[in-house]
């Protein structure tokens, strides 16, 4: 792969690509741009050549497996990143993941994170299944923040049955990762002036209009 295909810094989006192995790990791959920061944000990319990072998705937070020059990967059938067999790619995958590092835009994942265990979560995971996102659910606030830092969703949706920790702090902190920042969050149920003034893009009242639900949602995505 050329250097000179890639692009150097990103947009608002992280873009990322979700993989199986052929054992059946999943892992997910990220491309990290000039400035932005890898390693569970640990680290920050300062040279000029964008870098593939490789993670392994493990409850409340995800382990970092190895991080390559994108325009170095191996890519041939059996490669497994960092040298772990059981995350050895199959052909499709690899050729999967040549596509997206040559045109992100073309092959990415988009997922959608939903936080509580709101039975409206439920019905808005339904709303959204037209808008293609890969959804994500974590019934408790913390384990959903770490999942949102470690691999950043297009999208998160955040009800009021969180855990100790509260819909509008977990707005608050996500708002204020680096990670997440750029995140759009919509908050159903609750308070609308504490959601707004948590940083939330959207309140939902309960219980919603699932139709205008999905139409929000696809008008956040649009504006990322």
């Known amino acids: 792969m050329r ?26 791959a ?18 000029y050549r964008s870098l593939a990072e490789f993670l392994v998705p493990r409850g409340v937070s995800s ?14 059938p059996g490669w497994a990143p960092g040298g772990v067999a059981q995350l050895a790619l199959p052909e499709a995958e690899i050729e999967r993941l040549g596509r997206w590092i040559a ?4 092959v990415e994942d988009a997922g959608v994170l939903l936080v509580g265990d709101d039975e409206e979560l439920d019905k808005a995971l339904v709303a959204l ?5 890969d959804p994500v659910r974590e019934a408790e606030a913390l384990r959903a923040l770490a999942r949102a830092r470690a691999v950043p ?27 997440t920042r750029d995140v759009p969050v ?10 707004t003034a948590a940083g939330a893009a ?6 919603p209009d699932y139709a205008a639900f999905a139409d929000d949602a696809s008008e956040l995505l649009d504006m990322v």
């Open 3 to 28: 250097e000179a295909g890639l692009p150097m810094t990103r947009g608002t989006m992280t873009h990322q690509l979700r993989l199986t192995s052929s054992s059946g790990v999943e892992l997910v």
């Open 30 to 47: 990220r491309l990290v741009y000039h400035g932005e920061t890898y390693g569970g944000g640990q680290l920050v990319n300062t040279g």
């Open 63 to 76: 382990r970092l497996n190895a991080v390559y020059p994108a325009d170095e990967l191996p890519l041939e």
């Open 103 to 106: 045109d992100p835009s073309a």
């Open 129 to 133: 299944g037209r808008l293609d996102l």
């Open 153 to 179: 969703p297009a999208l998160i949706v955040v009800g009021q049955e969180v855990g100790r920790l509260g819909a509008a702090e977990l707005v608050r902190r996500l708002v204020a990762a680096a990670e």
């Open 186 to 195: 919509i908050v159903v149920g609750g308070s609308e002036a504490e959601a």
């Open 202 to 207: 959207l309140h939902v009242s309960t219980p």
